[in-house]
C-alpha cells in the first residue's frame, strides 16, 4: 500500500446522484485494482446523534444546515486515514433520524470518496480533497429522485417529503449547496450515470495513484 490515500470529494444537492457516481466509480475501479483498494465515507453518517431529543423534535431538524453535521469528527477520519489508521464511522438511521448504536470499521484504502451535501462548504474538508466534484443535476429531478427515494428507502411519506423540502432543503441548497459550485474542480451535468465523468474520474485517480 502507498503511504498515503488518494480523496475524491463528491457534493452537491440531495438526489443528485452523488452515491450512485460513488458506487460505480468504487465497483469499476475496484474490479481493476482489487478488493480493499478503494472506500467511500458518506458525510450523512456524520449527522450528530441526538439522543436529547424525542422523535417528534428530531423529526423537525434542519438536516441541510452544516449544524446539523459533526465535520469534526469526520475531519478527524479523514486525517487518521490519510495516517494510514482505521477508524470507526457511525452508521446513521434516517427513518427515526439519529445515529444508530452501531459503527463501521475502516481500515485505510489506497482511494478514499468522500460524498455529501454540504462538503465543499467546509474549507477545512475542502482542504483535505485531492479533487472536487459538484453534481449539477436540474432541482426539479433531484425532487423527483428525492420523493421516491425517501417513501422507497428512508421511510417518508410524500407529504413529509415535501413539507420538508419546501422547509429546509431547497432553501439551505439555495444557501450553502450551490454557493460552494465554485471549489469544484470537476461540475458534472445530469447525474451518477453520466459516462463521460465516470470514464474521466477514473483516469484521474489512476494518474494519482502512479
Ligand atoms: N442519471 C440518473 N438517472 C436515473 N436515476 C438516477 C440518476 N442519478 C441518480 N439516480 C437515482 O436517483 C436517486 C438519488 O440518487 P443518489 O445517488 O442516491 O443521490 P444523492 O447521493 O446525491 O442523494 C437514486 O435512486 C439513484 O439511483
Ligand atoms: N434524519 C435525516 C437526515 C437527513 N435527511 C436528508 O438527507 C439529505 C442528505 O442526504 P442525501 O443522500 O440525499 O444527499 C439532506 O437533504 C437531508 O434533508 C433527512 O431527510 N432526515
Redesign the pocket.
Known sequence: MNSTSIFIGIA??????????AQTIHQELQAELGNGAISIIKEDSYYKARDDLTFEERERINYDHPNAFDHDLLIEHLDALHNQQTVEIPVYDYTVHNRSDRSKTLAPTRVIIV?GILLLNDKTIRKRLDTKVF?D?DLDICLL??L??DIEERGRTVDSVIEQYKRTVRPMFMEFVQPSKQYADIIVP?????RVVIEMLKARIKQLLQ
Open positions: 452537491g444537492a440531495s438526489a443528485s446522484g452523488k452515491s450512485l457516481l460524498e453534481m443535476t429522485r428525492r421516491k427515494r445530469r447525474g451518477g450515470k453520466n
